[in-house]
């Protein structure tokens, strides 16, 4: 004979830990679908970077700090790939030469980089022009 499914769990008359279990596969998936993304942007910035056929793990790193400033200064690094490939390419070339890496990437942690890139990033100019667009 089946076990009734409407009755409670004597051990967990709540349900506590059948939503903690509901909890945990929904944070796993948050994590799987944020993995898939951060390897997808990699597998774009290697595709498109100029014109390397692979990155190292440093150059992908500065790619990705740019990124992230453009997105912190609510820039669509995508969309302007898409409509202005040649200025992205100027801008990830000028961030693989930076100096600034360390500067950069506390600016970034801080959350402070949208209002001090003036002062230390070489995409400064560019990266104006576009917020102007």
């Known amino acids: 004979m089946a076990a009734r499914a409407d009755k409670p769990d004597p051990f967990d008359p709540f349900g ?3 939503s903690m279990n509901e909890w945990c596969c929904l944070l796993k998936a ?4 944020k993995d898939v993304d951060e390897e997808m942007m990699e597998t774009m910035l290697e595709a498109n ?5 692979s990155l190292s793990p440093e150059a992908a790193v500065k790619l990705r700090s740019l990124v992230n400033l453009m997105r912190s200064l609510n820039l669509d690094p995508e969309a302007i790939r898409r409509r202005e490939p040649e200025t992205m390419r100027e801008l990830e070339t000028a961030c693989l030469r930076c100096a600034e890496r ?3 990437a506390s600016e970034l942690w801080a959350g402070t980089a949208a209002a001090a890139y003036p002062e230390f990033c070489p995409n400064a100019a560019g990266i104006d022009r576009l917020r102007g667009q």
């Open 30 to 33: 948050a994590r799987e679908l």
């Open 49 to 53: 970077a100029t014109g390397s056929a």
């Open 102 to 104: 360390s500067r950069c």
């Open 16 to 18: 506590i830990a059948a």
